[in-house]
């Protein structure tokens, strides 16, 4: 079963490119989507990237938390679900 991370401090040059090339390397990456603010298109520093398993996704956190990328320190985590109101 596939496992979605957040990443978040990203620098604005990050494209879903880079970050499926970053978390390729600790295993099958899914689908990467940068999160940008929906009126403008701008980045907000954040993504959410899908790992295969919830053991690539283990490694992934391992990794790459708190892990330099262009001179930010990335942190990863597991994506949590919104609450649904009923």
């Known amino acids: 079963m596939s496992t979605k991370l957040y990443v978040s401090n990203l620098p604005l040059s990050a494209t879903e490119e880079v970050l499926a090339g970053k978390f390729g390397h600790f295993g099958t990456v ?50 949590v679900a919104a609450a649904r109101a009923h």
Do not use: C, H, P
Request: proline fraction near 0%.
């Open 30 to 79: 899914v689908s990467v989507t940068l999160d940008r603010d929906v009126g403008t298109g701008i980045s907000r520093r954040g993504a959410f990237v899908e790992m295969g398993t919830a053991a690539d996704a283990q490694k992934a956190i391992n990794g790459l938390n708190f892990a330099d990328f262009e001179g930010r320190l990335m942190s990863v985590y597991r994506a």
